[in-house]
């Protein structure tokens, strides 16, 4: 079984469907037409992030602003690179549904104008030099966070009634197919943690700065963080578990793929059930870990600096993923290749 025969979207026409034409002579743009058709709404707000993201990068670089200890473009760079890996994910994901995808089409358009809404306050926000999440500070202020948060719910609803859409969908192996499935519900997960900053912290309830809500735990929004990603050193932050768990749709397929390449020269890892078996794990320990760190955050625990309770669960999930993904290699059967040879 090929991956051009099995991942044909309906409606593609010859000249662009995956399973036509040449790969190796395939030039660029016709790659990338094939890639559009995918979805159209969603694969125009990827490009939309992909030149977002350079701007970004240009505006950390021209623009000495700091808002909340991190560079005033550091926001809008990380949301562009985590939009584009989403709705590339989802274009490619609705395309090759075999059922509901009328359905779905119309679902991953919503999560396209959302998405693009989202990020042009974003933009508008790191643009002006204050804060987009949270932000009640003033009338326009209260406007733009009451659109983001109405946006993302809206996202939310739709990537769940799309993801339900996944249980009809079929990769080329089993494994490829519950590493998908999987991670689109971990991703839900991750996600709805963003639900959790929204809620005004004590020291907002009792003395208001025109900010509800917040991403740190324990501490003020803007303290020392990681470069970049921004998140707390030294306090509990939400958006770790967030992150990890929204990518858990890219982290676990790209996963499954992996375990099919070395599976290859793996005889013990060769059988597609064993490779199903591994991917199993791996999705159990994931998410987990993004439980974890969702925790971790509520008690106001740096993921620099894990300790106690946290620390001791972390090891016992690492530990109990390596052993049950030995124990499913030790009692595999090998399956070697069968060589031929002419008479």
């Given at each position: 079984m090929t991956i051009h025969a099995t991942l044909t979207p309906a409606g593609d026409d010859a000249g662009v469907g995956p399973g036509s034409g040449s790969n190796g002579g395939r030039p660029l743009s016709a790659t990338l037409r094939r890639a559009s058709a995918w979805h159209p709404p969603l694969m125009t707000v990827a490009a939309l992030m992909a030149v977002c993201a350079v701007i970004a990068l240009v505006g950390m670089w021209l623009d000495p602003r700091v808002i909340l200890g991190a560079p005033a473009w550091a926001k809008p760079l990380k949301f562009s690179l985590s939009i584009l890996l989403y709705t590339v994910t989802w274009a490619w994901l609705i395309a090759h549904l075999p059922r509901w995808q009328k359905f779905a089409r119309r679902l991953g358009t919503v999560i396209a104008v959302t998405l693009a809404i989202e990020q042009v306050l974003i933009v508008w926000a790191a643009a002006t030099g204050t804060t987009s999440h949270f932000n009640v500070s003033d009338g326009v202020h209260v406007i733009v966070w009451a659109i983001m948060a109405v946006s993302i719910t809206i996202m939310?609803?739709?990537?769940?009634?799309?993801?339900?859409?996944?249980?009809?969908?079929?990769?080329?192996?089993?494994?490829?197919?519950?590493?998908?499935?999987?991670?689109?519900?971990?991703?839900?997960?991750?996600?709805?943690?963003?639900?959790?900053m929204t809620g005004p912290t004590p020291s907002q309830l009792t003395e208001p700065t025109g900010i509800i809500g917040a991403h740190a735990v324990g501490i003020a929004d803007g303290g020392p963080g990681l470069p970049i990603l921004g998140w707390s050193l030294v306090g509990g932050d939400y958006r770790v578990a967030h992150f990890v768990g929204m990518h858990a749709l890219q982290i676990l397929p790209l996963f499954a793929l992996l375990v099919s390449v070395v599976g290859a020269r793996i005889p013990r890892l060769r059988r597609s059930d064993t490779q199903t078996r591994i991917v199993a794990v791996a999705a159990a320990a994931y998410a987990l870990a993004t439980v974890l760190l969702t925790y971790q955050a509520f008690v106001g625990q740096s993921v620099a600096h894990p300790a106690g309770a946290v620390l001791v669960a972390a090891v016992v999930v690492t530990v109990a993923a390596f052993v049950g993904a030995a124990s499913i290699l030790l009692r595999a059967q090998p399956q070697y290749r069968t060589v031929t040879t002419a008479a």
């Open positions: 939310y609803l739709a990537t769940f009634l799309t993801s339900v859409a996944l249980v009809f969908l079929r990769l080329p192996t089993p494994a490829l197919t519950l590493a998908v499935r999987a991670g689109a519900a971990i991703a839900l997960v991750g996600i709805g943690v963003a639900f959790l």
